[in-house]
Nanobody, 118 residues
Framework: QVQLVESGGGLVQAGGSLRLSCAAA????????MGWYRQAPGKQRELVAT???????NYADSVKGRFTISRDNGKNTVYLQMNSLKPEDTAVYYC????????????WGQGTQVTVSS
């Protein structure tokens, strides 16, 4: 059984910063692509950023230049540094990871609330 444990959400004023963390725990061989998605009230879940095990990144246009995704492969942890936050970044942020045990399976974290006040 694999779990993704998220932390780091909270309330911040516009222009502020937050750092999210997501650690994969359990029995598995390795983590492949890891990433962050978000879902605002009344909207569909959308991609924020992904990072492959080889170091390739992909960002949503709305966060480019403000958010940075990184990972510690030794700790099976992915981070999302969020700077210059805007009220429109308010959402529940979900971690996603591609986990290899016998085959690759995608797992989701429980979600962490990020609220940006104006």
């Amino acid at each position: 059984q694999v779990q993704l444990v998220e932390s780091g959400g909270g309330l911040v004023q516009a222009g502020g910063s937050l750092r999210l963390s997501c650690a994969a725990a359990g029995t598995f061989f390795r983590a492949g692509t890891m990433g962050w998605y978000r879902q605002a009230p009344g909207k569909q879940r959308e991609l924020v950023a992904t990072l492959t095990s080889g170091g390739s990144t992909n960002y949503a246009d709305s966060v480019k230049g403000r958010f940075t995704i990184s990972r510690d492969n030794g700790k099976n942890t992915v981070y999302l540094q969020m700077n210059s936050l805007k009220p429109e970044d308010t959402a529940v942020y979900y971690c996603n990871a591609e986990i290899l045990y016998r085959t690759y399976t995608h797992y989701w974290g429980q979600g962490t609330q990020v609220t940006v006040s104006s």
